[in-house]
């Protein structure tokens, strides 16, 4: 019997330090207004991760072999020549960075000639190997990388004429 009365002292001693001890409140703002979308029936708080839309496409079909094949080969080539497209992308947003630090035009001239024939000697062996049509597409790549045509960034950084007879070649 003596035991049982311990018992329960013991149980109420520990409730009572377990309820003594400071617990640590996080407050809560309740002025907080949360706005959600709603897509499908489904609610999405508009705080919540913010992920950018993924577009699935369905298996190509083809209709032959042959617009199969030329798909592979094209593919195949866009992928060659891709690397190449990204980083005339950059090193043009980096050289116009350096041209708005140069003040004079003769200045930009020498300058953006010293770094072609630095890019010639660098690319022109690998270039050369190119077949015409990884070219046309390396010159594709570049428009949608930059959003300029080959012409408007030749006609920009050399001159017009220059552009001009690229152009016709």
Known sequence: MKSKYLGYIFVLCN???????QTDSVSVDSTKYVQ????????????????????IFRKLRFDNK?????????RRKTRKVYPYAKMASERLIELNERLKQIDSKSKKRRYI?????????????????????????????????????????????????????????
Do not use: C
């Open 113 to 169: 000639k010293m770094l072609q024939r630095y890019m010639e000697d660098e690319f022109t062996a690998e270039l050369k190997k190119m077949t015409r049509t990884e070219g046309q597409i390396l010159v594709k790549l570049i428009h949608r990388q930059t959003g300029q045509t080959m012409f408007d960034l030749i006609k920009e950084y050399r001159s017009g004429w220059r552009a001009f007879w690229y152009n016709s070649t």
């Open 36 to 55: 959600y979308y709603i897509i499908e029936g489904d609610t999405i708080p508009r705080d919540a991760i913010d992920l950018e839309e993924v577009i």
């Open 15 to 21: 409730i009572f330090l377990l309820k003594g001890q």
């Open 66 to 74: 042959l617009e199969r094949r030329r798909y592979l080969i094209l």
